[in-house]
């Protein structure tokens, strides 16, 4: 009922930056949050920032990530700046409406791979 199709990853050296972004479509009433996990090879999956009218970043990314939104498009962006070989993860969109129905609907995106390598 929700989609999000992610784009933006890639292989990049470090300290380079990259841009995500994910735009959500189907039958979304309302936005409620949207946001970014990672999971790297081995790990669970963690947050990295989510969006839901305030702003919540993992300590490991802050000062470096940005997240943002553009409502009118039902989109999140996360640019990430100044890579490190520890951010290589797949990256994960997440969000949480409302559906026309009035229920709440949760989605997950397909995930992109973001590798950080010299």
């Known amino acids: 009922q929700v989609q999000l199709v992610e784009s933006g990853g890639g292989l990049v050296q470090p300290g380079g930056s990259l841009r995500l972004s994910c735009a959500a479509s189907?039958?979304?009433?309302?936005?409620?949050?949207m946001g970014w996990y990672r999971q790297a090879p081995g790990k669970e999956r963690e947050l990295v920032a989510t969006?839901?009218?305030?702003?919540n970043y993992a300590d490991s990314v802050k000062g470096r990530f940005t997240i943002s939104r553009d409502n009118a498009k039902n989109t999140v962006y996360l640019q990430m700046n100044s890579l490190k070989p520890e951010d290589t993860a797949i990256y994960y969109c997440?969000?949480?409406?409302?559906?026309?129905?009035?229920?709440?609907?949760?989605?997950w995106g397909q995930g992109t791979q973001v590798t950080v390598s010299s």
């Open positions: 997440y969000t949480g409406v409302t559906l026309y129905s009035g229920k709440y609907y949760r989605s």
């Open positions: 969006s839901d009218g305030s702003t």
């Open positions: 189907g039958s979304i009433f309302s936005i409620y949050i």
